[in-house]
């Protein structure tokens, strides 16, 4: 086809461009691998970016299994799009729309190609990507290195993936979440590769989400075949899978990088499961540790409080920042932790947090954060959206239960 030969020489622009940046990251990353031990060596940056040069920063959209599992339709698809804009959301970052399981009928085509459910999506999903596409946004859809996808509902890609690439790339679609269910004992390492390449092959640029959910620790082996991958189990909407979570995937924190993100799996905020504090420091986290932002809820009916939370700004920008360095914990003691991430322009985000049943004081000293004992900063409250000036030595702060602040700190000029 005429758009996929375009693709294809812009593929070869795409690499080059990947090289660029290469550049820029080495120039500009000293600052940050002075705070903590968390940054990457200049040198493993490089591996972080597969052929595709996609996803220098996490991505951010949303994903329809957390809130609908199998019960999807074209018009909530288009609805959520609609959502997405006229809330303000896209205009902040969110710009994939990603189909979970479900979408295709059980049986391929008598040509082998997977067709979308005509009871859900008569209209198909090139016609959905085309409406997707008209509001400034992108499309995700879901397949399976296996027979079957997980619901069983739909086949998986295993042995198709040449076709089914193409067939992704034919209809437009963005972004791939490639599950890891009957896959017949068959090694991800051989499995996943084989639909890298073959999305590669159709010179169509496609977000490659690996969720082979940590099983053989893809964050040591990944970056040369996915955009992202998932470090840990399904989450769930509950505190105790959430905060789990969080720990599971801060264990592979320096192997994250631009170009290659580990994925603790989709955001639940707004679901119901969790108190708005919790909430907080789910987003907060997420955001810090450089997790794709993926809104898990249903953002045509959100309230006040999800809007508040995942439209903030301010914690974006720490997801979204250039330096691209996971954040990792730095202290726990008693469930009081303080997780750190070094940031452009020698700054750093600080997440003083709560797990503890009951109220505290959570402390983050210079030491701690990896300061210079003397060094004096300003110190912005991301969540108040208020700035301390001149504070040294710590930081500090009350907090209840199961709550967490979040600050930028800026060191002054001497």
């Not at 550049?23 to 972080?48: C, F, H, P, T």
């Not at 996915?226 to 801060?250: C, F, H, Y």
């Amino acid at each position: 086809m005429a758009m996929q030969s375009s693709s294809f020489s812009g593929g070869w622009r795409c690499k080059v461009l990947v090289f660029c940046i290469l550049v820029v990251l080495n120039a500009s990353a000293s600052a940050g691998s002075r705070l903590l031990d968390v940054s990457v060596s200049r040198v493993q940056v490089k591996a972080y970016f597969i052929a595709n040069g996609l996803g220098q920063t996490p991505p951010m959209g949303w994903n329809s299994w957390n809130r609908f599992n199998c019960n999807i339709n074209e018009s909530l698809i288009r609805e959520t799009a609609d959502a997405m804009v006229s809330t303000g959301l896209a205009a902040l970052g969110y710009k994939y729309i990603n189909l979970d399981d479900c979408w295709a009928e059980l049986n391929r085509d008598n040509q082998g190609n997977m067709v979308p459910k005509a009871e859900t999506f008569p209209s198909g999903i090139k016609a959905l990507a085309y409406y997707v596409h008209r509001k400034g946004l992108k499309l995700g859809i879901y397949s399976d290195a296996g027979n079957l996808t997980c619901s069983k509902r739909m086949p998986g890609s295993l042995g198709h993936e040449e076709q089914d690439a193409k067939t992704f790339a034919s209809w437009g679609i963005d972004y791939l979440k490639y599950d890891n269910c009957e896959n017949n004992d068959i090694s991800v390492k051989e499995r996943y590769p084989t639909m890298s390449q073959a999305l590669l092959n159709t010179g169509w640029p496609i977000f490659f989400s690996m969720c082979e959910w940590g099983r053989e620790d893809p964050a040591t082996w990944a970056k040369s075949v996915g955009n992202s991958w998932r470090t840990t189990t399904d989450i769930v909407d509950s505190w105790t899978s959430m905060t789990s979570i969080a720990d599971q995937n801060d264990k592979w924190a320096s192997y994250a990088g631009p170009g290659g993100w580990n994925d603790p799996d989709m955001l639940e905020v707004g679901n119901g499961g969790m108190t708005a504090e919790e909430y907080r420091a789910h987003f907060s986290i997420w955001a810090l540790a450089k997790a794709p932002l993926l809104v898990g809820c249903d953002i045509r009916a959100m309230d006040n409080t999800t809007f508040e939370l995942i439209s903030n700004p301010e914690v974006i920008a720490v997801n979204q920042d250039k330096l691209g360095i996971q954040g990792k914990k730095v202290k726990s003691n008693n469930d009081l932790e303080v997780w750190v991430d070094p940031l452009e322009g020698n700054k750093v985000a600080v997440i003083l947090w709560n797990r503890s049943s009951s109220n505290a004081t959570v402390t983050a000293s210079w030491s701690d954060i990896g300061l210079e004992s003397g060094t004096i900063v300003d110190a912005r409250d991301l969540w108040a959206h208020s700035t301390q000036s001149s504070v040294s030595r710590e930081i500090s702060a009350e907090l209840d239960s199961h709550a967490c602040k979040m600050y930028i700190l800026t060191p002054q000029k001497a």
